[in-house]
């Protein structure tokens, strides 16, 4: 950098835009987080208005028939088929799953599916490998 920015540190923008940038950092730089925008702070304030939003008010509560290992499976499913398009055939979303290298659970789950299967979403998938399925009463 030269000398001719005036000491300012940067003669890549303008003096009206390296302080832009500086405004919007400073929070960032200076550990001095908002604190309205916390996780906690927006719970407080959900909790306190009646609100709740985990739940929607107009479907009544699923049943938790899953457990944390089929939770935790469905995820890595879902994550591993991120990039395929929909509708898919079985054979599309091994080879995806392969190509995302799925750990050996993924790869089972979706070596249950019948060949020929087209299948329109990742529930579907889990649905048709045998993965429980939660349900409203």
């Given amino acids: 950098m030269s000398?001719?920015?005036?000491?300012?540190g940067s003669d890549t923008?303008?003096?009206r835009v390296d302080d832009q940038l500086a405004h919007e950092v400073d929070a960032l730089v200076h550990g001095a987080p908002d604190?309205?925008?916390t996780e906690g702070r927006r719970q407080e304030?959900?909790?306190e208005s009646g609100l709740d939003s985990t739940r929607r008010a107009d479907l009544p509560p699923a049943v938790a028939d899953l457990d944390d290992a089929d939770l935790e499976l469905r995820a890595a499913l879902a994550s591993h088929l991120a990039g395929v398009k929909w509708p898919a055939p079985a054979s599309r979303l091994r080879e995806a799953a392969r190509e995302d290298f799925a750990p050996d659970q993924v790869?089972?789950?979706l070596?249950?599916?019948?060949d020929?299967?087209?299948?329109?979403?990742?529930?579907d998938v889990w649905e048709a490998a045998g993965g429980t399925i939660?349900?409203?009463d």
Avoid: M
Wanted: proline residues 3%; without cysteine.
């Fill in 45 to 47: 304030d959900l909790s």
């Fill in 111 to 114: 070596d249950r599916l019948a």
């Fill in 35 to 37: 604190e309205g925008r």
């Fill in 134 to 136: 939660e349900h409203r």
């Fill in 116 to 123: 020929g299967a087209v299948f329109d979403t990742v529930a």
């Fill in 3 to 8: 000398d001719a920015s005036g000491g300012r």
């Fill in 13 to 15: 923008h303008s003096p």
């Fill in 107 to 109: 790869l089972e789950l």
